[in-house]
């Protein structure tokens, strides 16, 4: 009499068949996969596998070997399947993912062991993007320091890791913040690395209205950016270093960094460096030539980036300049324009309608 399998025994069995199957599969000299996984802006990706650091960019493959990246800043998570040695790891990036980045500091800590190749580099990043924040700024620009100094990561990387959780006065924290970058940018060469430190360490000055501001601000006016760290956050601290340096003195190495931004900067700062332009070339005019370069500053913005909110306030300006060259129809003209516009702001339309009783009160020479 046959005998008969039960359900169970029947499973059993086959899990049994499975289990030695894949033994030896592995003995023929097939080793099983591990597959990472990152959430991207909120977009899962799983079995992938991470390869790599390069440019401020983690490196990837798919699962069917396609090669990918994302831009550490934009990586929520990132789980590495490379057993034990990566458990620290993975649990610090739920707990940062899960709103706990101070839980995840130490966790992140106890991997400095993991100094081969990239990891060091990307372990640093994780560490400046947990302790920024968890609100620990002396940490953070520790961290923030080591990416713009790594052989995978570099100035490119750590742009888009500068601390952000920079309180509103100083205290001990920003103090050793601020003497970290100070120290360390010194013994660097001219480069990209040392522009980055000062430029984030006159942020720090400024934000925490430090007397030691003025001085930081007039050293970023001569920096020429690397395009590797030409980011619109980067462009925005330099516009506010050159109004505050342009405002006490105009130096031409100073009007020659703003001529730089306008090159540069990214699209959306522009109107932003040609405003400041026209502002510091109509407050030094002195003949009709130099109120001419003065509108042409300000009506770039106008006829370039006409739909721009800031577009109002080139027209002011430039009316401005015709003012003064008693081009009174002209700068009425620019004025009545600059007021029929929506986006003109409250002060911007102040400005326009004292501008306009004034101009209309004179005849043409």
Not at 105 to 134: C, E, G, I, P, Q
Not at 139 to 154: K, L, P, W
Not at 270 to 297: H, N
Request: charged residues 25%; hydrophobic residues 45%.
């Amino acid at each position: 009499m046959p005998y008969a399998m039960t359900p169970k025994v029947h499973d059993s069995l086959c899990r049994c068949f499975a289990l030695a199957a894949i033994v030896a599969t592995c003995g023929a000299g097939t080793r099983v996969v591990m597959a990472d996984s990152l959430v991207i802006d909120g977009k899962n990706h799983i079995a992938v596998r991470v390869t790599g650091l390069a440019d401020g960019y983690l490196v990837f493959r798919t699962a069917n070997g396609t090669p990918k990246t994302a831009r550490l800043d934009t990586l929520d998570l990132i789980t590495v399947d490379r057993g034990a040695a990566f458990a620290d790891f993975n649990q610090a990036e739920r707990f940062v993912a899960s709103g706990e980045p101070a839980r995840a500091v130490s966790r992140y800590r106890r991997m400095v062991h993991m100094s081969k190749s990239f990891w060091s580099d990307l372990l640093n990043a994780r560490l400046a993007r947990a302790t920024d924040l968890a609100g620990q700024i002396d940490r953070a620009t520790e961290y923030f320091i080591r990416v713009a100094q790594g052989n995978f990561s570099g100035p490119a990387t750590a742009v888009h890791l500068m601390p952000r959780s920079i309180p509103d006065r100083r205290d001990g924290k920003t103090a050793r913040a601020i003497g970290q970058l100070l120290s360390v940018s010194s013994q660097l060469p001219n480069g990209p690395v040392r522009s980055l430190l000062t430029i984030y360490r006159y942020e720090l000055l400024q934000r925490v209205s430090d007397r030691r501001a003025a001085q930081a601000a007039s050293q970023v006016a001569v920096l020429t950016v690397d395009e590797s760290i030409g980011t619109d956050r980067i462009y925005a601290i330099v516009l506010s270093a050159l109004c505050l340096t342009l405002s006490h003195e105009v130096k031409p190495n100073y009007l020659e960094s703003l001529n730089r931004a306008i090159r540069y900067a990214p699209e959306a700062r522009l109107p932003d460096f040609l405003l400041l332009k026209g502002d510091v070339l109509l407050s030094e005019a002195q003949t009709r030539e130099d109120y001419i370069r003065a509108s042409w500053a300000y009506l770039r913005v106008v006829t370039h980036m006409p739909d721009d909110a800031r577009a109002a306030i080139g027209l002011v300006g430039a009316a401005a300049a015709l003012e003064r060259m008693e081009s009174f129809t002209k700068a009425t003209a620019l004025l009545e324009e600059c007021l029929a516009r929506a986006d003109a702001t409250g002060t911007t339309r102040e400005r326009a309608v004292a501008a306009l009783s004034r101009v209309r009160s004179h005849r043409e020479p």
